[in-house]
């Protein structure tokens, strides 16, 4: 079935350590979208990409860092630059470039700094 | 985009029509509304969207006020796995060449009563 698939579902890891979130889609999505969402919390936009080799940032994109080398995959790695990130992550693509229509979303990654 | 403005709950008994109000006061012309569900720990789920007639689909109604400056979602028959945060987005069909995604605020978290 096509759709967008996240992992690791949960992860753990220390203070100081780089970590990276996967997000596959195989609906010939064109753009991509990392948000992060905190308990209680809307979502936040993280970075996002309209094309292949191509990504913007969003809201809060200090301390995160992508690429976009597949238009399959958009993988999101969280730097030891990033003050809190205990979080859901949460990873969407879109049919369209502009950002119009709707999202579609993965499951999410849970991530727990210990 | 317009900013929207939810109540943070409401309740509904099971079997019951569930209507979630939106205010979007700030509206413009070319800005669709969305609504987006949540279940606890996973992504979010497109339900409808519209721009200033109402619409319908398998999942929910959508009504529009005229002046376009307020909506409401309706489950016509709400059942327990409905119980959800509901998020309300007003966003641009074009967004001028931007796909930063769509603004998700903290929504309604309706609660379906057995």
């Known amino acids: 079935d096509g759709g967008i698939t996240q992992s690791p579902k949960y992860l753990f890891r220390k203070e100081g350590q780089n970590v990276t979130l996967s997000c596959e889609q195989n609906?010939?999505?064109?753009?991509m979208y990392w948000y992060r969402q905190d308990p209680g919390q809307g979502l936040r936009l993280i970075y996002y990409?309209?094309?292949?080799?191509?990504?913007q940032k969003g809201d809060i994109a200090e301390g995160y860092s992508v690429s976009r080398e597949k238009k399959e995959s958009f993988p999101l790695t969280v730097t030891s630059a990033q003050k809190n990130p205990t979080a859901f992550y949460l990873c969407?693509?879109?049919?369209?470039?502009?950002?119009?229509?709707?999202?579609?979303f993965g499951e999410g990654s849970r991530l727990t700094v210990l | 985009d317009a900013k929207t403005t939810q109540p943070p709950s409401m309740d509904c008994a099971e079997g019951r029509a569930a209507n979630l109000p939106c205010n979007h006061s700030?509206?413009?012309?070319?800005?669709?509304v969305y609504w987006y569900r949540q279940i606890h720990s996973q992504g979010p789920q497109y339900i409808i969207h519209?721009?200033?007639n109402n619409e319908t689909n398998e999942m929910a109604s959508l009504i529009i006020t005229e002046d376009r400056k307020s909506s409401t979602l309706i489950l016509p028959h709400a059942t327990l796995r409905d119980t959800a945060v509901y998020y309300c987005?007003?966003?641009?069909?074009?967004?001028?060449?931007?796909?930063?995604?769509?603004?998700f605020g903290k929504g309604t978290h309706l609660i379906i009563q057995p």
């Open positions: 609906l010939n999505h064109d753009a």
């Open positions: 700030t509206i413009s012309g070319n800005e669709y």
């Open positions: 969407a693509s879109s049919i369209d470039k502009e950002g119009a229509g709707e999202l579609f």
């Open positions: 519209g721009l200033k």
């Open positions: 987005i007003v966003r641009s069909l074009y967004s001028g060449g931007g796909a930063d995604g769509l603004t």
């Open positions: 990409s309209q094309i292949v080799n191509d990504f």
